[in-house]
C-alpha cells in the first residue's frame, strides 16, 4: 500500500514539473517569436504621445499633443519646458531637434533646422479670426558666438531677472556677434496681401522685392545698404 502511496506521489511530482517547464516554454515562446513575425498590427490607436526610438532606445520622433509635446533636445541636454504646439519633431542620431511639423488653429508649419542651431528654413501658413492670412517658404540665418544651449541658458537667466524680450534680444545679439536670427528671404504672401520674393541683407534689412500688390500691380523695388530706393538696373 505504502508502494503504491510512493508512486503516485512521484508521478504527481513529475506531472508537476513537466507542466510548469512546458507552461514556462510556452510563455517564453509567446515573447521571443522571429524576428520577421515581430510586427502588431492595429487598426487604430488612440494616443497623446508617441515616441520613434532606434534600436537603442534613442530618440529620433516625436508625435505628441501640445500638452505632452517635447521641448527638444541639444547636445544631449533636453531644454526646459515651454509651451509648443500638437504635431511631430524630428530628431538626428545624436538626438539634436532639427526640425519638424507642427499646427494649431492659428496655421501649420514645416520647420528646418541648421545643425546644432535653430530654424533656416519654414514652409508656414499663418491665419487668424482678426489676421490676415500670410504663407510661403520663408528663410533665417544663423550664426555668431553663442551656440544653441548657451543661448537658451542665458535668455532664461534674463528671464528670471525679469528683463523684457527687447533687452534680452539686444544682451544677446551683443554677445553673438550678431543678429541672432536675421530673416534673409521670404516667397509667398505677405499679410499686406503682397504675393512675391522679398530679399533681405544680413542685419535684416529690405534690399530686393519683386511683388504684386493687393491691387494687382507689379512692383519691383530695390534698396541700397542705407534703405534708399535705387533703380533696379543698378543693384549692388
Sequence with gaps: ???KV????????IYAIVTTLAFVALF???FTKPEKDDVTVFKEISAQRINIVSPQGKLRMVLSNAELQTPGKMDGV???????QQGIIFFNKDEDEVGGLVFDNG????SVDKWKRDQIMQLQYFEGENEAAKYGLQFWDQGGDLGFIKRIAIRDS???????DNKIEEILTSMNGRLLMPQRMFVGKST???IGLFIKD???NNRIRIYVDKDGRARFQAYDRDGKSIPFNHLY
Excluded: A, P
Design 158 to 164: 534674463l528671464t528670471k531677472l525679469n528683463y523684457d
Design 107 to 110: 496655421g501649420l508649419v514645416l
Design 6 to 13: 510512493f508512486k503516485e506521489i512521484r508521478f504527481l511530482k
Design 28 to 30: 517564453g515562446f509567446s
Design 202 to 204: 544680413k542685419l535684416g
Design 78 to 84: 533636453q531644454l526646459t519646458d515651454r509651451e509648443r
Design 192 to 194: 499686406k496681401d503682397e
Design 1 to 3: 500500500m505504502e508502494q
